[in-house]
């Protein structure tokens, strides 16, 4: 038997060892490429399917933008419309008790993701960017739509005030106060007479094209339709 020194003195000439050494080195190095491999193909995998996920609550967030947006636009100048054959003037137009004060939850920071994009010419960033803008303008739609109506009604109880229950000593200062009422009041009703359907027609733009940016973008996502194929009312897909 040979000492551990001879055999190191005549290491090279051991074929029967190279023979087993250079497979299990090429295997551990297939081995170890391949796990990394499924690895960064499983966390892609996944970081891709958390995206679209995020994507589908934002195209639904935005559907629910533009339902209560035609929810309000129905119940303040639609309603009327229909009701007077004309436009309604702004003391025709009441409160629109029940009108939501905040919109659904919206972190601009949750889809930053969404302007890093490898194509150059991506459109994702530019829709995202017209996202924000119609997300402030729909919140700023909101509290006019809440003061107008907190306002109409202390405008109706200082009308009964000044006509049943006011004092003569009470009544230029009611008057004074109905003025005003009025004048912000109808300011409010200019600001959401064009405003509200212009952000509703954004929106109904807005969501086609996130659509189509998404679907180029995650070209295995899929992504969820607000309305049916058949809708003749519904904005194009």
């Excluded at 004060?101 to 459109?123: H, K, M």
């Excluded at 109706?156 to 109905?178: D, F, K, Q, W």
Aim: glycine share 6%.
């Amino acid at each position: 038997m040979q000492s551990i020194a001879e055999w190191w003195q005549h290491f090279p000439e051991h074929t029967e060892y190279w023979n087993a050494f250079w497979p299990a080195v090429l295997g551990a190095l297939v081995g170890a490429i391949t796990a990394f491999s499924l690895e960064r193909w499983y966390r892609k995998r996944e970081r891709i399917a958390r995206e679209v996920g995020e994507c589908n609550k934002l195209i639904f967030i935005l559907g629910q933008m533009l339902t209560a947006l035609l929810v309000i636009n129905d119940g303040l100048f639609e309603e009327p419309r229909k009701k007077l054959g004309r436009a309604p003037n702004w003391d025709e137009i009441g409160a629109l008790d029940g009108a939501p004060t905040e919109g659904p939850d919206f972190i601009i920071g949750e889809y930053t993701f969404l302007l890093e994009d490898d194509d150059p010419i991506s459109l994702t960033p530019y829709v995202l960017g017209r996202i924000y803008a119609a997300e402030s303008e729909f919140r700023a739609i909101l509290g006019r739509v809440s003061e107008r109506s907190r306002l109409w009604h202390e405008f109706n109880e200082t009308r009964v005030a000044a006509r049943y229950m006011a004092s003569a000593a009470e009544l230029p200062g009611i008057a004074a106060s109905t003025t005003l009422l009025t004048a912000r009041i109808k300011e409010l009703t200019t600001w959401l007479a064009t405003p509200l359907p212009e952000a509703i027609e954004t929106l109904k733009k807005i969501i086609p094209e996130l659509r189509t940016a998404l679907t180029k973008r995650y070209p295995k996502g899929r992504f969820i339709f607000l309305w049916p194929n058949d809708d003749s009312t519904a904005p194009p897909v």
